[in-house]
C-alpha cells in the first residue's frame, strides 16, 4: 500500500515567490495534519483537518500561509509571498480519527 | 517555550551501552507516544502509552508513562548502530487529535 504521498521532496525558490506543496493521504483516512520542522524550533503543528474541514489552524505562522484540502484524498500548504525563515522541512500527516499519524517524506524548502 | 521537553538533546554511545532519554511536562497528556525519526524521512511511530505508571517494551526498547502521565522514558538496552535516529516524543491532550511534540533527542550509536 502507498503511503503518504508529498510532492515535491525539494523546493528551492527566490523570496517573494510562491510556493506550492501538496500531499496525498492514505486512501481511506480522514484527518491530515500539516508540520514544520527546524533545528531551531523542532515539529511544529501548522493546521489540521478532520473530513475535509480545518479544526486547528492556531500554528500558522501568518496568512503568508494558506492550507486547503479539495477533496478527501488531496492538500495543498502554500505559502506567498515566500520568505527566508520559511526554510524548513513540510510534513504532512494523515490518519484515522484519533489514531496512529502516519507520516509523509516531507518536502525540503529552501527560500534564498 | 515549548510544552515537552527532552532531555538530552544529544547522545553519542558506543554500540552495547544503554541509554535513556527524557520527555517532561508540567501538563498532563492522555497519551503520549514516541517516534524514530531517520534522515530524509518522516516521523515513525514506535509506541503509545496511555496509562500512568504503564511500562511497555518492544525488543530492546523500554517505554514508561510517568504515573502523573505528565512525563516519560525510553530506554534503550545494548544500543546498536541501527537504533541512531531523532527520537520524539509527543504528547495527546484529553481532547482532539492534536500532538504536541518535543523538540527531539538525537542518538548516535557507535560501531
Known amino acids: 500500500d502507498a503511503g503518504v504521498i508529498q510532492s515535491p521532496r525539494h523546493e528551492v525558490t527566490e523570496m517573494g515567490q510562491e510556493v506550492t506543496l501538496r500531499c496525498k493521504l492514505i486512501?481511506?483516512?480522514?484527518?491530515l495534519f500539516w508540520y514544520r520542522q527546524t533545528m531551531m524550533r523542532g515539529l511544529e503543528l501548522l493546521i489540521y483537518?478532520?473530513?475535509?474541514?480545518?479544526?486547528?489552524d492556531s500554528g500558522m505562522p501568518e496568512d503568508r500561509f494558506s492550507a486547503k484540502m479539495p477533496n478527501a484524498s488531496f492538500s495543498t500548504l502554500k505559502i506567498q509571498p515566500s520568505e527566508p525563515r520559511d526554510s524548513a522541512v513540510y510534513f504532512c500527516a494523515s490518519s484515522l480519527i484519533g489514531s496512529e499519524q502516519y507520516f509523509g517524506p516531507g518536502t525540503r524548502l529552501t527560500v534564498t | 517555550t515549548q510544552l515537552l521537553k527532552q532531555s538530552p538533546q544529544f547522545l553519542s554511545i558506543q554500540e552495547g551501552e544503554n541509554l535513556t532519554v527524557y520527555c517532561n511536562s508540567s501538563?498532563?497528556?492522555?497519551?503520549l507516544q514516541w517516534y524514530r525519526q531517520e534522515p530524509g524521512e518522516g516521523p515513525v511511530l514506535l509506541v503509545t502509552?496511555?496509562?500512568?505508571?504503564e511500562v511497555k517494551k518492544l525488543k530492546r526498547l523500554t517505554f514508561q508513562f510517568g504515573d502523573a502521565r505528565k512525563d516519560s522514558s525510553l530506554h534503550i538496552t545494548a544500543a546498536q548502530p541501527g537504533d541512531t535516529g531523532l527520537y520524539l516524543c509527543?504528547?495527546?491532550?484529553?481532547?482532539?487529535?492534536?500532538?504536541?511534540f518535543g523538540g527531539g533527542t538525537r542518538v548516535l550509536v557507535k560501531p
Open positions: 501538563s498532563v497528556f492522555s497519551s
Open positions: 486512501s481511506g483516512h480522514n484527518s
Open positions: 483537518f478532520n473530513n475535509n474541514v480545518p479544526i486547528d
Open positions: 502509552v496511555v496509562t500512568g505508571g
Open positions: 509527543a504528547g495527546r491532550r484529553a481532547a482532539g487529535n492534536k500532538l504536541t
